[in-house]
């Protein structure tokens, strides 16, 4: 089992910018590539993007090109995610995730192991 543990959110004002730590402990040797998801209140849960755990390849939902940056810190067994020009829009619980099973996973099936989520809150 690979646990993950998600910490960053809060409230910012529009226009801010945050970033989310997930850190992973356990069996990170299994996993293939680690994501981010998102889930506003009344809503499906998000795909915003995933990197490959050894090969660092990332991929982004359209909507968050350019103001979303994944990245990790192998030797802290550690993914990021940094949020740019933040939006009211953007409220929402954000989850990390980890896929034993896919190489480039989008959908929450193709995950895992979840983070409990934290809270992202932006103020207009």
């Known amino acids: 089992q690979a646990q993950l543990v998600e910490s960053g959110g809060g409230l910012v004002q529009a226009g801010g910018s945050m970033r989310l730590s997930c850190t992973t402990s356990?069996?990170?040797?299994?996993?293939?590539?680690m994501g981010w998801f998102r889930q506003a209140p009344g809503k499906e849960r998000e795909f915003v993007a995933h990197?490959?755990?050894?090969?660092?390849?990332?991929y982004y939902a359209e909507s968050m090109k350019g103001r979303f940056t994944i990245s990790r810190d192998n030797a802290e067994n550690t993914m990021y995610l940094q949020m740019n020009s933040l939006r009211p829009e953007d409220t929402a619980v954000y989850y990390c995730a980890a896929s034993s099973t896919y190489y480039n996973p989008t959908r929450p099936g193709d995950f895992n192991y979840w983070g409990q989520g934290t809270q992202v809150t932006v103020s207009a």
């Open positions: 356990g069996r990170a040797f299994s996993i293939y590539a």
């Open positions: 990197m490959g755990w050894s090969g660092g390849h990332t």
